[in-house]
């Protein structure tokens, strides 16, 4: 896609801070973006996978004669013919699990586990192929999930742990408590486009188109397993049909492709079906949490008890943190937040929008209305009267937090003023109508990454990167960034990313890339702006020898001298006359200690640069709050979601159209979560089965409101070198809550467990 191709904007609509259309919606809607897997190589050959049909236990056996003699059938993979891999270095740097990694394995720890791959010429050979494989197994009891009492309690996760004051004293002694337990199910990503990946090998070179979320990360581990130097991967991964946090990482399916494409020395593709991306990778975890809160009779905390609990995998470790946000919200003296893992038969748990965050705010954004209950007060007034003035936690002040304006322009555009107080008082006709607040907040992580900026001959610029674009903004807002550093319009930049081969950028996770990317943009065209600048007052070609640097701008693609000086030249027209053929340059956010040349793609590849949230003399986070209002059939207990006003603060928004877009589409996903969205786990085979997108609900138009989102933010310099905060995860946190409250408010009737299905209303 060239930039050129797009709808034509003039440059003070492109500019940053303009509501620009995204770049690669033109090619997406005709159809010409040309995503990872649908290369048609020559020779390539196709994979399935086969998994597991039982989910604790061991193979005794595989009977592959069947399926080796099935028409157009090149490769089978199993257990005992896979290469042994190296074990690769963790995302944060750490060394791997010791032993050779080894994709498929004769030990079953879940239902639903990668045991053998049939590579055939044509897709439908390999399928039907993989149906002639038969397994024996020598089956073990299962622990199915959370709620399985043999998981028992689990164990601790010390770093986890968050004290301050005598947490549990301070709540004996309160005049007002509750403790409540919340839970949420397993929950799964179901980006549309599914997981999967073409390898393929020249000599000691591998090329594997991807969707990806972090082309560096996933390349380092691709390295390491198959004993490679890191510059002899290429990873494409041009276009993403979305992540949510599942595509950050290398899978044990993409080892299986990358060996097998080794092995035939022909290229192979593997995506893997709808049913088996439930556990060709984890979701969000199961979770449940019991908060004690204390409190004055005037609804003053006094203590936060909490103590939760997420399930993992038999052999994998993932801490879903449920402590994060019931530490930040709200002012306390007292606090005690302790966490344990529980290990389960499942498939190790995964990212999902808002790792912990989300469901943490469900806890506390449900239990603090709880109180305001319990008190007779308002929900709203209860969270202004416990305002955090400061990051309690870590002792330092707020950067920014917006949280009491958000609070403020929400209800005032929601028209919170004329909510009765009291449960079941609001109806229309059979519905019976309820409003409610939640309050949601996600941190600003900063990892470093770089970016080169490239001027050409015809005056226009390039940007290029190997961060990536799922549709979230990335191609858009780089280009707006280097067209307004450079004075460029931003027609004539073009923009490449997903691209191994382009410089490095850190994970697009975390809702950071945008701040981080567009600050190295920002340097990269800065620096390419001074060059140019430069050659327009040294060169003894150019018509602007000897005047000023600073007496120079650029501004759509021309050089202006001061303003009596006339109209200038344009940039093409300079680098014509200097004869230059291009200007290029290349920056990079990295600390001056970590400028080292000898492990570069290191500094990138994992996140062990990453700073976190308070380090440095501020807290930064993003803050947000929704006003919701729910209509509930009093007869079928079936609840829609009528009305939705959020306020945000993500700081200085360098797209709003996209950042609007970015915050719909998490409240839509909150919507979901709160009322649809539930792994159901099959208790005899431990096993999820409804494991597709007809069963496995996820809304639709139908189910969605018209959405007001307001913007609340001011730019925050200590956040990022633009001033931006954390977008992409942010509002989905406090939505479920918002809702559940709503659904009180409606009903009377506390729904602790997501998601609220009507058997939980009759
Ligand atoms: N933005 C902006 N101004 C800012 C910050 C962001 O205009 N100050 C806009 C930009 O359009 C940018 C977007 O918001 O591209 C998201 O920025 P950011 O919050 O930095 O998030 P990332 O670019 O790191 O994207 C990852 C984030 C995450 S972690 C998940 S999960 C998620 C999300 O983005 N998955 C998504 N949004 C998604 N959107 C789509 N369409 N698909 C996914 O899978
Ligand atoms: Mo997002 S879950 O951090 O990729």
Redesign the pocket.
Known sequence: MTIMETRKHGAADGALGGRLS?LDGIAKIKGEADYAVERDLEGLTHAVIVQSTIASGRITGIDTSVAERAPGVLLVLTPDNQIALNSATTWMDTPGPEGPYQPLLREITFSGQHIAAVVAETFEQATAAAALINVTYEEAPAIFSLEDPKGGEGFPIDPMTKEWGDAAAALAAAPVKIEVEYKTPREY?V?IEPHGLIAKWDDDRLTVWEPS?WIDGMARTYAEWFGIPFESVRMISPY?G??????AFALPHGAVAIMAAKKLGRPVKLVVTRPQTFTAFGGRPGTRQTIALGATEDGKLLSIVHNSANETSMDGMAVEPLGVVTALMYATPNLSSRQNVVRVNTVTPG????PGENPSAWGIESAIDELAYELGMDPLEIRLKNYAERDNEADKPWSTRQLREAFDAGARAFGWVKRSHAPRSMRDGRHLIGWGVGAGT?PVRRTPGEALVRILADGSAEVASS?I??????Y??LAQTAAETLGIPVEQIRVKLGDSALPRAP????????????GAVYKAAIAARDELVGLAINDPNSPFRDLQANTLTVSEGRILPPREGGDGIAIAELLRQVGRDKIEVLRNTLPEDKQSKADHYRNFSTIATMQSPTDGDYSLH?WCAHFIEVRVDEDFGTVRVSRVVSALD???????K??E??WK??IIMGIGQALLEEGIVDERYARVINNNLADYLVPTNADIPDIDVISV?IPDPHA?I?????????AIVGVAPAIANAVFHATGKRIRELPITLEKLL
């Open positions: 995204r990503n980006p979320q993403i979305g992540g949510f946090g599942s595509k990212a999902l929008r808002a996600y961060g674009d799922m549709g979230q903004g990335t858009t807002i994970v697009a996770g975390g809702s950071q890339l945008a701040n981080l990317m567009t993003s993500s700081g200085r928004l360098y797209n709003p996209l950042v877009s970015q589409g998490g933010g990022s633009l001033g931006g905060k954390a977008v992409g995860e942010l």
